[in-house]
């Protein structure tokens, strides 16, 4: 795929056919205002920086290969890499901040933002927000533009720091409800989980498939596996890979029971290389060593 990479503020604005940024690591842009006449359908580009955008979209937008309708207020978050491809067509209104990493690696607080899961959603995941979740957002960005647009003195940077983190700390919350609130969806994506999960350990042994990963059930649940992991602990307290865990050590437990295989044969059935791995794991989650747990004291 050809693309075009940004790698700056400046050269996002130069892109967008913008007016010249005020602050090199951190923008906001009024995303009606973007001049998207010189670019063609199907033009794609890479962004190498953290974007969170309110986008109300006439048309489609492409996020990978598959396109999105964005027709009502969405929320996108995106994490450097990414590749988009918006229809040079479409008229696009909303709001959008661009933060570089630079920005963010400053410090231990800027760090910890990096780890919100959504930025690692796919599009087909974006927050659907009211009007009034909007301008409580909006009220946020408003305090970051006065700061980015003043001049800079020794407290900008934990101004602007402190505000992004209340607005993604909204931003959880308002991913949690849309979590709850779409309970049908949740409950079909949870309950299609624990049927392909069940139905990859019920096989007679893992030596040729191997230990799925994370990512072996989101792409068969059409899910990120960010997505699938935050939605499984809203509703089941676990995590994906908790699940998966608990599901092997199930197995391992029934063989241990029901048969004479060594500890290095189970775990080789089990899809692990390494029998020290598979020991390492079991004791972890049970507390005993699995010698132990097939002769107990």
Same mark, same amino acid.
Request: glycine residues 4%.
């Given at each position: 795929?050809? *693309?075009?990479?940004?790698?700056?503020?400046?050269? #996002?604005?130069?892109?967008?056919?913008?007016?010249?940024?005020?602050? &090199?690591?951190?923008? =906001?842009?009024?995303?009606?205002?973007?001049? !998207?006449?010189?670019?063609?359908?199907?033009?794609?580009?890479?962004?190498?920086?953290?974007? =969170?955008?309110?986008?109300?979209?006439?048309?489609?937008?492409?996020?990978? !290969?598959?396109?999105?309708?964005? %027709?009502?207020?969405?929320?996108?978050?995106?994490?450097?890499?990414?590749?988009?491809? &918006?229809?040079?067509? $479409?008229?696009?209104?909303?709001?959008?901040?661009? =933060?570089?990493?630079?920005?963010?690696?400053?410090?231990? +607080?800027? !760090?910890?933002?990096?780890? /919100?899961?959504?930025?690692? *959603?796919?599009?087909?995941?974006?927050?659907?927000?009211?009007?009034?979740?909007?301008?409580?957002?909006?009220?946020?960005?408003?305090?970051?533009?006065?700061?980015?647009?003043?001049?800079?003195?020794?407290?900008?940077?934990?101004?602007?720091?402190? $505000? #992004?983190?209340?607005?993604?700390?909204?931003?959880?919350?308002?991913?949690? +409800?849309?979590?709850?609130?779409?309970?049908? @969806?949740?409950?079909?994506? @949870?309950?299609?989980?624990?049927?392909?999960?069940?139905?990859?350990?019920?096989?007679?042994?893992?030596?040729?498939?191997?230990?799925?990963?994370?990512? /072996?059930?989101? %792409? !068969?649940?059409? @899910?990120?596996?960010?997505?699938?992991?935050?939605?499984?602990?809203? /509703?089941?307290?676990? &995590?994906?890979?908790?699940?998966?865990? #608990?599901?092997? =050590?199930?197995?391992?437990?029934?063989?241990?029971?029901?048969?004479?295989?060594?500890? +290095?044969?189970?775990? /080789?059935?089990?899809?692990?290389?390494?029998?020290?791995?598979?020991?390492?794991?079991?004791?972890?989650?049970?507390?005993?060593?699995?010698?132990?747990?097939?002769?107990?004291?």
């Amino acid at each position: 795929m050809q *693309y075009t990479d940004i790698k700056s503020i400046s050269a #996002l604005h130069e892109f967008f056919h913008y007016e010249k940024p005020v602050h &090199p690591l951190i923008t =906001i842009v009024d995303l009606a205002k973007v001049d !998207r006449s010189h670019r063609t359908n199907g033009a794609s580009y890479r962004l190498d920086m953290y974007s =969170i955008a309110c986008k109300r979209i006439e048309g489609q937008m492409k996020y990978g !290969r598959t396109s999105y309708d964005f %027709s009502e207020g969405t929320l996108m978050f995106t994490a450097p890499d990414q590749v988009l491809t &918006p229809d040079a067509e $479409n008229k696009v209104t909303g709001w959008g901040i661009y =933060i570089h990493p630079d920005f963010l690696n400053a410090s231990t +607080r800027g !760090r910890k933002l990096t780890e /919100y899961s959504f930025f690692g *959603y796919d599009a087909n995941e974006a927050l659907h927000i009211s009007d009034a979740e909007n301008k409580t957002l909006e009220d946020c960005l408003k305090n970051i533009q006065q700061e980015i647009s003043t001049n800079l003195d020794n407290h900008s940077y934990n101004l602007i720091l402190t $505000n #992004l983190e209340l607005m993604l700390s909204y931003c959880a919350r308002f991913y949690d +409800r849309q979590f709850l609130t779409r309970v049908k @969806v949740s409950n079909d994506i @949870v309950e299609r989980f624990e049927r392909l999960l069940s139905d990859y350990f019920a096989q007679d042994s893992l030596i040729e498939t191997g230990l799925p990963d994370v990512s /072996y059930f989101a %792409s !068969r649940l059409n @899910v990120s596996a960010n997505y699938l992991s935050d939605l499984l602990t809203k /509703y089941t307290g676990k &995590p994906t890979l908790e699940h998966i865990h #608990l599901k092997l =050590i199930d197995k391992a437990k029934s063989l241990l029971w029901s048969t004479d295989k060594s500890i +290095r044969e189970i775990a /080789y059935e089990l899809g692990f290389e390494h029998a020290s791995h598979f020991t390492k794991l079991f004791k972890n989650k049970t507390g005993v060593a699995p010698k132990l747990f097939r002769t107990p004291q």
